[in-house]
Nanobody
Framework: QAQLVESGGGTVQTGGSLRLSCVAP????????MGWFRQAPGKEREGVAS????????AYVDSVKGRFTISHDSTKTIMYLQMNNLKPEDSGTYYC??????????????????WGQGTQVTVSS
């Protein structure tokens, strides 16, 4: 089973930007449902953005709409999460995940079965 590997996390000021990357060899090419999730200490995992490989459709949680963009590179080996106008409440560990199949309920963690180790994002006031 291929491993998902996230990178790009860091510490930024409020209003700053980060781009997270997820190396996902084979997953995007096979058109599996993919997504980004985040979890703050003591809180439940939250779906942030999903990408349907079958048609390219995307779905975002309301709190990040207009600020975050999920995409992939031309080789379909890397998935990105571009995060703009970051807020302190965006802080947490961000995880790349795959449903391992074509279909999924967007941003619904139980539908995703393959997970990366996470990358930390901290947004300071």
């Amino acid at each position: 089973q291929a491993q998902l590997v996230e990178s790009g996390g860091g510490t930024v000021q409020t209003g700053g930007s980060l781009r997270l990357s997820c190396v996902a060899p084979g997953y995007i090419e096979r058109k599996w449902c993919m997504g980004w999730f985040r979890q703050a200490p003591g809180k439940e995992r939250e779906g942030v953005a999903s990408l349907y490989g079958t048609n390219g459709a995307t779905a975002y949680v309301d709190s990040v709409k207009g600020r975050f963009t999920i995409s992939h590179d031309s080789t379909k080996t890397i998935m990105y999460l571009q995060m703009n106008n970051l807020k302190p409440e965006d802080s947490g560990t961000y995880y790349c995940a795959s449903a391992g199949r074509f279909s999924c309920l967007a941003n619904h963690a139980p539908d995703f079965h393959i997970w990366g180790q996470g990358t930390q994002v901290t947004v300071s006031s």
